[in-house]
């Protein structure tokens, strides 16, 4: 597991539960569109499990 993924929100946080919201937040994103780029990790993947809904992920 190494390199980097790309993470894009692709859906809105309304309706999703707070710790989803503060998932999105702690990864850097909350507005649809926005993309941010992060390396590799099983921590960063768990975090991808609790949201997987509303992002997408490119490696």
């Known amino acids: 597991m190494s390199g980097t993924l790309r ?3 692709c859906r809105s946080a309304n309706g999703a ?3 989803q919201r503060e998932t999105l937040r702690t990864l850097g994103l909350g507005r649809i ?3 941010v780029e992060r390396p590799d990790h099983p921590t960063l993947r ?3 499990r609790t949201v997987r809904h509303l992002v997408k992920v490119e490696e």
């Open 33 to 35: 569109g926005r993309r």
């Open 17 to 19: 539960n707070p710790r």
């Open 46 to 48: 768990g975090a991808l």
């Open 7 to 9: 993470i894009t929100q």
